[in-house]
């Protein structure tokens, strides 16, 4: 796979990408090199990615707990008095290896460390892979409410190896299918087929072809102002469904590609009864989800709840939740209003 050249930094794939994750060091000579790891992939994907690594740089390893529960401010603050404790400075170099959590974490807690030092992001999921770690989104939540505290901040480059994937469970792998799922909706409907089509997948294809289409919208959109907002698509209400999972005690928690994945599916039901998009269109994006994911029985008891968490959604805009719906594939509309009762329509046929 060729290096694909983002807006400030290259994305580079498989044994390349170490040579040149090695010359960086090497030409910028940081001073320490800092690894964030969580406790699975400092078990699974740190003893492979150290002796990839060439380099005699000072290495110091930090480990946080693993999982979206984790992805806050008090995370933050433990990472930066470690670094600090361990006498980073302003030439540090923080690589981040992990899932979406360590590289949307990592990449805020380099940012805004002593006004900003370099960082690295070495995806290890497949949704890290294809959308966390390219883009320049860096992030944690406040409370339940996702990605609330954040700002756009670019690596110096994202290392892409895809053995990586084979540390990761099938359910983490179904996770990180919804983004490739949501790129084929509203960008290429090529991989939208691919999935429903083909049990047999070439994922290095998939993950190559998804990061060239965020890395297409993001340059010409960097900063979410126009079409960057198609990758939100299934994301609004995704999010919401999301968010009152992870609070709920009764409940286990989803993985963010299957919120997501019910997102699209509802968002879908909203685009057809206000825009037009083909019921049957929404028959097909309901079918290849449920052939994907367990169905969630959504309760019409959460249904107030869920609604009150999409209030707090970081699109809205004076109060009123902006929804990106579908006139047909490939084919969008941003900043849509959507009638409450029209949301709650959308779950029930989730349901169905």
Same mark, same amino acid.
């Given at each position: ?183 084929? %909706?509203?960008?290429? &409907?090529?991989?939208?087929? !691919? #999935? +429903? /089509?083909?049990?047999? *997948?070439? %994922?290095?294809?998939? &993950?190559?072809?998804?990061? !060239? #289409? +965020? /890395?297409?919208?993001? *340059? ?16 609004? *209400? ?115």
């Amino acid at each position: 796979m060729n290096t694909i050249q983002a807006v400030t930094y290259p994305v580079h794939f498989q044994s390349k990408a170490y040579q040149e994750l090695s010359n960086l060091i090497e030409t910028n000579n940081y001073s320490t090199l800092f690894i964030l790891v969580d406790e699975n992939t400092f078990e699974h994907c740190y003893p492979k990615f150290i002796q990839n690594l060439d380099t005699k740089k000072r290495i110091e390893v930090i480990e946080i707990e693993s999982g979206e529960i984790n992805k806050n401010l008090e995370t933050c603050i433990g990472v930066w008095n470690a670094i600090t404790e361990l006498g980073g400075d302003r030439k540090s170099l923080l690589i981040t290896l992990g899932g979406g959590v360590i590289t949307d974490l990592g990449g805020f807690v380099a940012s805004c460390f002593k006004r900003g030092i370099s960082f690295v992001n070495i995806p290890t999921t497949l949704l890290s892979m294809v959308d966390a770690s390219v883009g320049g989104k860096t992030g944690v939540d406040l409370g339940v409410l996702k990605n609330q505290i954040g700002l756009f901040a670019n690596p110096e480059m994202v290392l892409v190896d895809t053995d990586y994937l084979t540390t990761v469970t099938e359910r983490e792998i179904k996770s990180g299918t919804a983004e490739i799922i949501k790129y084929g %909706i509203t960008y290429d &409907i090529n991989l939208f087929n !691919e #999935i +429903k /089509n083909n049990k047999n *997948l070439n %994922i290095n294809d998939l &993950i190559f072809r998804s990061i !060239e #289409i +965020k /890395n297409e919208v993001v *340059l010409q959109d960097p900063k979410e102002q126009s079409l960057r907002k198609i990758l939100n698509f299934g994301h609004t *209400l995704g999010h919401a469904i999301e968010s009152f999972y992870l609070e709920s005690e009764d409940k286990e928690n989803l993985t963010h590609g299957e919120a997501i994945a019910i997102g699209m599916v509802c968002e879908s039901y909203m685009s057809d009864k206000l825009l037009g998009f083909p019921s049957e269109k929404v028959t097909q994006v309901k079918d290849v989800v449920l052939s994907i994911y367990d169905k969630t029985n959504l309760l019409k008891e959460d249904f107030f709840a869920i609604m009150e968490l999409l209030k707090h959604d970081k699109k809205n805009v004076n109060g009123q939740v902006n929804f990106v719906l579908l006139n047909d594939f490939e084919d969008y509309k941003i900043d849509c209003k959507v009638p409450e009762e029209l949301i709650i329509e959308s779950m029930e046929f989730y349901n169905l």
